[in-house]
């Protein structure tokens, strides 16, 4: 059987791209992993790719670009429990590793059969593979031997008796396999999940999809402060020193930075589409005002600045309820 043939593995740096990598090796492949980063699954790069380097395998690290947010706001296959659209994400990224891969190259998964609801059933895999463009063409080492033939098996690339039979969520068997595999000792473990299955974290994204304002440059600042929607705009506001000064560092030349000056306050930036309305300014203050320390005053002064210059200074009243404004659970 031929052999030194190219696989392009999708890896994400959990156990099972791992454990997929170390087998595609141990049956003689040449193991490229492609590693898949966004600010909704982002993770520690640098444990990436020490795992890369101790397992001697190749890797190429491909950012997710707007096609992501396209398919995000309008998934073929809907969305999980939140805002997670697993079938046409994991198509996604069998896209972008077919793009690296080229027409040659083989395309592997560390996924195995049953052990997630939305993405790793049998029909979804057939989805994942139609929407991608890769039918029978995804080779999927840890359920390989319990899954339909695929182009590699009926080509004599790979012996299906050679692969696994991993089902479900139970990790039992993992000890037994790793050390099968000669992969022993302590594996650093980049940490990190996927935001858009978090509930809190989903409403901040369903927002910005109802309001035509889904930009990478948005969803990074999601993962700063408290959020508010007021009207077309949207305020974020700071909940500590180090929010206050990265919130302050996103604003771009049309968001107007708000802070209360006479006693320790957060950083507000409001980003609107055009100029906000007056109505829309003075509650943005109100709400900066409110998680001031002058909160308790009847009536607070809050700065307005854009581009670094003082425009105005808004006199509020801190009181009232800012929960109609927050995007929460
Ligand atoms: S959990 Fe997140 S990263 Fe994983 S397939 Fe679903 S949407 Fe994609």
Same mark, same amino acid.
């Given at each position: 059987?031929?052999?030194?043939?190219?696989?392009?593995?999708?890896?994400?740096?959990?156990?099972?791209?791992v454990?997929?990598?170390?087998? *595609?090796?141990? *049956?003689?492949?040449?193991?490229?992993?492609?590693?898949?980063?966004?600010?909704?699954?982002?993770?520690?790069?640098?444990?990436?790719?020490?795992l890369?380097?101790r397992?001697?395998?190749?890797?190429?690290?491909?950012?997710?670009?707007?096609?992501?947010?396209?398919?995000?706001?309008?998934?073929?296959?809907?969305?999980?429990?939140?805002?997670?659209?697993?079938?046409?994400?994991?198509?996604?990224?069998?896209?972008?590793?077919?793009?690296?891969? @080229?027409?040659?190259?083989?395309?592997?998964?560390?996924? #195995?059969?049953?052990?997630?609801?939305?993405?790793?059933?049998?029909?979804?895999?057939?989805?994942?593979?139609?929407?991608? @463009?890769?039918?029978?063409?995804?080779?999927?080492?840890?359920?390989?031997?319990?899954?339909?033939?695929?182009?590699?098996?009926?080509?004599?690339? #790979?012996?299906?008796?050679?692969?696994?039979?991993?089902?479900?969520?139970?990790?039992?068997?993992?000890?037994?396999?790793?050390?099968?595999?000669?992969l022993?000792g302590e594996l650093p473990t980049?940490?990190? @999940?996927?935001?858009?299955?978090?509930?809190?974290?989903?409403?901040?994204?369903?927002?910005?999809?109802?309001?035509?304002?889904?930009?990478?440059?948005?969803?990074?600042?999601?993962?700063?402060?408290?959020?508010?929607?007021?009207?077309?705009?949207?305020?974020?506001?700071?909940?500590?020193?180090?929010?206050?000064?990265?919130?302050?560092?996103?604003?771009?030349?049309?968001?107007?930075?708000?802070?209360?000056?006479?006693?320790?306050?957060?950083?507000?930036?409001?980003?609107?589409?055009?100029?906000?309305?007056? @109505?829309?300014?003075?509650?943005?203050?109100?709400?900066?005002?409110?998680?001031?320390?002058?909160?308790?005053?009847?009536?607070?002064?809050?700065? #307005?600045?854009?581009?670094?210059?003082?425009?105005?200074?808004?006199?509020?009243?801190?009181?009232?309820?800012?929960?109609?404004?927050?995007?929460?659970?």
């Open positions: 059987m031929e052999r030194e043939k190219k696989v392009y593995l999708l890896f994400s740096g959990g156990l099972d791209s454990i997929a990598a170390k087998l *595609l090796q141990n *049956l003689g492949f040449q193991v490229v992993g492609v590693h898949i980063t966004s600010p909704f699954f982002e993770k520690d790069l640098s444990k990436v790719k020490e890369a380097d397992l001697g395998i190749e890797l190429k690290v491909v950012e997710a670009g707007e096609d992501y947010l396209e398919m995000l706001k309008s998934p073929v296959y809907g969305y999980g429990k939140n805002v997670n659209p697993c079938i046409d994400c994991k198509a996604y990224m069998l896209k972008k590793l077919k793009e690296v891969a @080229g027409e040659e190259g083989i395309i592997a998964t560390g996924e #195995v059969l049953g052990q997630r609801p939305m993405s790793q059933r049998l029909d979804a895999f057939r989805s994942i593979e139609k929407l991608a @463009g890769l039918r029978g063409r995804v080779l999927r080492p840890l359920s390989g031997k319990l899954l339909p033939e695929t182009v590699y098996e009926r080509e004599g690339v #790979v012996d299906k008796r050679e692969l696994l039979d991993l089902r479900g969520r139970s990790r039992k068997r993992y000890p037994e396999i790793l050390r099968k595999l000669g022993s980049p940490a990190g @999940g996927c935001l858009l299955t978090e509930p809190s974290f989903a409403v901040k994204v369903k927002d910005l999809i109802e309001h035509d304002q889904l930009t990478w440059e948005n969803v990074k600042l999601l993962k700063l402060g408290r959020h508010f929607r007021i009207g077309k705009c949207k305020l974020v506001v700071g909940r500590n020193r180090e929010e206050n000064e990265k919130i302050a560092s996103f604003s771009k030349d049309k968001d107007l930075i708000l802070k209360v000056e006479v006693a320790p306050s957060p950083v507000g930036l409001l980003r609107c589409e055009g100029e906000p309305e007056r @109505g829309v300014l003075e509650t943005a203050a109100g709400i900066v005002a409110r998680y001031s320390d002058a909160k308790r005053e009847k009536e607070v002064p809050v700065s #307005v600045y854009r581009s670094g210059k003082l425009i105005e200074v808004i006199k509020v009243q801190p009181n009232f309820n800012t929960d109609k404004y927050a995007l929460k659970v």
